[in-house]
């Protein structure tokens, strides 16, 4: 008995695997759903339409994107991890995506267990910028200002718990400042009271301040990446500006419900990659202050999702920051 149910076990393990092999092989035969968790004109929606129209072209099958808005892209998100994982649902997830789990008591997702990693899609490079009235013209420059200014000096944000607030706040954990932190209610009006003076400075992603640093009512100190940005490339990266170990970018990425079969995550990474090295499509993202960067492998993304999750945990930890 032992013996024929090791055969049975096997020839249902190579029927598994053929099956997976033929569901892939046609795969897709019917229109891919791309679930942008936010609403349609943001930066997620723009990178989710640019890359799924030339997804839906070299896949042969309409991509369809799906705004589900609410809740910071946590309605969307839990919408995308009770998917059925065939393939035919994905998401277009941002630095959101690796937040909430410390931002939020409860969620009805968890970021590493319920999705898989599929590709990088694109990034924004978050830039530290100050009023042209602060006396600093470097990093160095502007940690001695903060630390030696009386009453300290004032940081604005699109809002609480953002990338921008958080950048803001492991600037302060690994340079010691104290900033006083102003929210806002989205990015454009806390770029317009930078430019007018009401702050001092702010760590703002690329397209809100790309038009104010071009008529210089503001000033560009580094960008916060390990390396220098292509739509910055007169800037220092932190590390370059004396501010080690600052890694602070808003990205773009697809993932699929846990359980999506290999062969799929690998063909649509494939596709993705393809893409994404597409002068046009490369363009179309460096226009809406994007820079493309797809991942290597889909192991290489998981390992990147994974260090983001325990990067922001430890700066939402430190700054006991809860919504």
Same mark, same amino acid.
């Given at each position: 008995?032992?013996?024929?149910?090791? #055969?049975?076990?096997?020839?249902?393990?190579?029927?598994? /695997?053929?099956?997976?092999?033929?569901?892939?092989?046609?795969?897709?035969?019917?229109?891919?759903?791309?679930?942008?968790?936010? !609403?349609?004109?943001?930066?997620?929606?723009?990178? @989710?339409?640019?890359?799924?129209?030339?997804?839906?072209?070299?896949?042969?099958?309409?991509?369809?994107? &799906?705004?589900?808005? @609410?809740?910071?892209?946590?309605?969307?998100?839990?919408?995308?991890?009770?998917?059925?994982?065939?393939?035919?649902?994905?998401?277009?997830?941002?630095?959101?995506? +690796?937040? *909430?789990?410390?931002?939020?008591?409860?969620?009805?997702?968890?970021?590493?267990?319920?999705?898989?990693?599929?590709?990088?899609? !694109?990034?924004?490079?978050?830039?530290?910028?100050?009023?042209?009235?602060?006396?600093?013209?470097? %990093?160095?420059?502007?940690? !001695?200002?903060?630390? =030696?200014? =009386?009453?300290?000096?004032? *940081?604005?944000?699109? @809002?609480? $718990?953002? +990338?921008?607030?958080?950048?803001?706040?492991?600037?302060?954990?690994?340079? *010691?400042?104290?900033?006083?932190?102003?929210?806002?209610?989205?990015? $454009?009006?806390?770029?317009?009271?930078?430019?007018? $003076?009401?702050?001092?400075?702010?760590?703002?992603?690329?397209?809100? %301040?790309?038009?104010?640093?071009?008529?210089?009512?503001?000033?560009?100190?580094?960008?916060?990446?390990?390396?220098?940005?292509?739509?910055?490339?007169?800037?220092?990266?932190?590390?370059?500006? $004396?501010?080690?170990?600052?890694?602070?970018?808003?990205?773009?990425?697809?993932?699929?419900?846990?359980?999506?079969?290999?062969?799929?995550? &690998?063909?649509?990474?494939?596709?993705?990659?393809?893409?994404?090295?597409?002068?046009?499509?490369?363009?179309?993202?460096? *226009? !809406?202050?994007?820079?493309?960067?797809?991942?290597?492998?889909?192991?290489?993304?998981?390992?990147?999702? +994974? &260090? &983001?999750?325990?990067? #922001?945990?430890?700066?939402?930890?430190? /700054?006991?920051?809860?919504?």
């Amino acid at each position: 008995m032992k013996r024929g149910s090791v #055969w049975l076990k096997c020839l249902a393990l190579l029927l598994c /695997a053929f099956g997976t092999h033929a569901f892939a092989a046609g795969y897709p035969e019917k229109p891919i759903r791309m679930i942008v968790p936010w !609403a349609p004109g943001g930066g997620s929606d723009v990178t @989710g339409r640019i890359i799924g129209a030339k997804l839906a072209e070299s896949l042969a099958q309409q991509v369809l994107i &799906d705004n589900r808005a @609410g809740a910071a892209g946590n309605i969307g998100t839990a919408t995308a991890a009770r998917a059925e994982a065939d393939g035919y649902t994905i998401l277009l997830a941002d630095t959101g995506f +690796s937040t *909430g789990i410390s931002l939020y008591a409860k969620l009805s997702y968890h970021p590493l267990k319920d999705f898989a990693p599929i590709s990088l899609v !694109a990034t924004t490079p978050i830039v530290c910028v100050v009023h042209p009235s602060v006396p600093a013209k470097s %990093m160095k420059e502007l940690i !001695a200002l903060a630390k =030696s200014k =009386s009453g300290g000096l004032t *940081g604005g944000s699109g @809002g609480t $718990g953002g +990338s921008v607030h958080l950048a803001l706040e492991l600037f302060q954990l690994q340079t *010691g400042t104290k900033i006083t932190h102003v929210p806002y209610k989205g990015s $454009g009006p806390a770029a317009i009271d930078l430019a007018s $003076g009401q702050i001092d400075l702010m760590f703002s992603t690329a397209p809100p %301040m790309i038009p104010l640093l071009q008529a210089n009512r503001v000033r560009a100190l580094a960008v916060a990446s390990a390396e220098r940005s292509a739509l910055f490339p007169d800037l220092p990266s932190m590390k370059e500006a $004396g501010v080690p170990n600052f890694v602070a970018t808003n990205w773009y990425g697809i993932l699929a419900p846990t359980g999506t079969p290999k062969a799929v995550i &690998d063909r649509l990474h494939a596709e993705i990659v393809k893409v994404t090295s597409l002068r046009e499509v490369r363009q179309r993202l460096s *226009g !809406a202050g994007l820079e493309p960067r797809a991942n290597e492998t889909p192991q290489v993304f998981g390992k990147f999702v +994974s &260090d &983001d999750v325990a990067r #922001w945990a430890r700066v939402i930890k430190h /700054a006991n920051i809860k919504l």
